[in-house]
């Protein structure tokens, strides 16, 4: 368990950004460093050779300290993220390195007179054990280093298999290495009267194993709030850029109609600067006449906050920085953020549309009286005016078409080959013939 809280802090150590890397890298070590350090000591705890035992106090602090090196350096590799073999063999040795030194220098804080013997080829086993294990745990945990979402995962294999292994390697590690130690059957342990004694030690392990769950839970809780953190700004500062991009106006108002954000369409369209505009009252941007007619809109929109579309508001007079009105059409969306509500209002300047829209109004107008006056000069004349839709082979006639034939309006099909039926039949080819001319822009009709 301890490794593996060691494990996920170190894991998320290279995706973390720079003013929080000392935080994590200092936890990350000691927290790693205590846990290999605790795990062989429980070992130590479990020994007994029949006299009392107790450990020195300078040598128990180094041993510590190769375990929380050892780890810093590895931590470090990964952090710089050197996923290679030659960082892979660089961290295994410091790694192995830290492990034995903090095992033979926590033997060596027992103080035992005479000293302790060891069995040269299980000491030089338990150094293999401690590289070998080393190495296939800090692979994995390279491997897993370098893949950000499973970095920040609560659970992972990959880190529980690292886990085990380290765990393991600690722990083959220990029991060759006590395998490997000959006591003197009159060894006394030296350090008893000055040293830490075991229920001393005990208490300090425990210590140790809660500081580390202590450090892994406040480490996990503060990524975790920084991430949500980081969530929240990427998703604000892509709002942002949306809205900024936008080719109609934008601004968002807060629930006091202080404008907070307005992209470029919206200052270009009203004249101001960012700066002049970020702050102030919304009613800058209406005729003074309007504000508090405006400010009694807005209240009632906060009050029943839904979304409207431009289609729903009828357009508004809008002032530009130098006094200029133009009309605008805007359409509203209510936004919830903690608790507050803010609007964003999308502009549309409508001068154009409105502008065109009253030139085809008089261009209509014009066209009714110029066919009020054909039709008057048709009638007192007696000439007729007829269409002819080549697509649909229909005929269109005014009612002076229908006197000149004779013929009633529900009569005849009105289509080419009922109007060709009705002429004579000396004038159908020329007829005919002027017709098509006309059709193929030859000529004009008479």
């Not at 009828?314 to 805007?330: C, H, P, Q, W």
């Not at 054909?374 to 080549?390: C, F, K, R």
Request: aromatic share 8%; hydrophobic share 50%.
């Amino acid at each position: 368990m301890a490794s593996f809280a060691a494990l996920s802090i170190a894991a998320r150590i290279p995706f973390v950004e720079r003013r929080m890397l000392w935080l994590w890298m200092g936890g990350g070590s000691i927290a790693m460093g205590l846990a290999i350090w605790s795990m062989h000591f429980v070992g130590m705890l479990a020994f007994h050779i029949g006299i009392p035992l107790a450990y020195d106090v300078p040598l128990t602090i180094i041993s510590i300290c190769y375990a929380v090196i050892a780890t810093a350096i590895a931590i470090t590799i990964v952090r710089l993220k050197f996923n290679n073999n030659l960082s892979l063999i660089v961290s295994t040795f410091f790694m192995g390195t830290g492990i034995a030194a903090m095992h033979y220098t926590g033997m060596d804080a027992l103080k035992m007179s005479p000293e302790i013997l060891y069995d040269q080829t299980l000491l030089v086993l338990s150094l293999l054990i401690a590289y070998l294990a080393s190495f296939v745990a800090l692979r994995l945990f390279f491997k897993q280093a370098m893949n950000a979402e499973a970095a920040h995962r609560t659970f992972d294999k990959t880190r529980l298999y690292a886990a085990i292994v380290m765990g393991g390697a600690i722990a083959g590690m220990h029991y060759t290495a006590m395998e490997a130690a000959i006591f003197d059957p009159r060894s006394v342990c030296t350090a008893v009267d000055q040293g830490i004694e075991s229920g001393i030690m005990s208490i300090l392990i425990v210590l140790g194993v809660i500081l580390i769950i202590a450090i892994t839970i406040l480490l996990l809780m503060l990524d975790t709030k920084y991430a949500d953190n980081r969530r929240l700004q990427i998703s604000e500062q892509r709002v942002r850029q949306v809205i900024n991009s936008a080719p109609q106006g934008m601004i968002v108002v807060n629930a006091d109609g202080v404008i907070e954000q307005v992209n470029r369409s919206a200052l270009t369209m009203f004249g101001y600067s960012r700066e002049e505009l970020t702050g102030q009252q919304l009613e800058i941007l209406l005729p003074v006449s309007f504000h508090e007619k405006h400010a009694q809109l807005r209240q009632s929109f906060l009050d029943a906050p839904k979304f409207r579309t431009m289609a729903a508001t009828s357009d508004l007079a809008a002032f530009k920085k130098n006094g200029d009105e133009f009309r605008v059409e805007i359409g509203l969306s209510p936004m919830h953020v903690d608790n507050n509500i803010s609007v964003l209002a999308t502009i549309i300047d409508i001068t154009e549309r409105l502008k065109m829209e009253n030139e085809l109004r008089l261009q209509q107008a014009a066209l009714e009286h110029a066919n009020k006056r054909i039709m008057l000069a048709t009638d007192v004349t007696g000439i007729g005016i007829w269409e002819y839709d080549l697509e649909s082979n229909v005929i269109i006639w005014d009612d002076t078409m229908y006197e000149l034939y004779g013929v009633l309006h529900d009569e005849t099909p009105c289509t080419y080959d009922s109007w060709e039926s009705m002429i004579h039949a000396d004038d159908v080819e020329y007829a005919t013939k002027n017709l098509m001319q006309v059709v193929q822009g030859q000529r004009e009709y008479d």
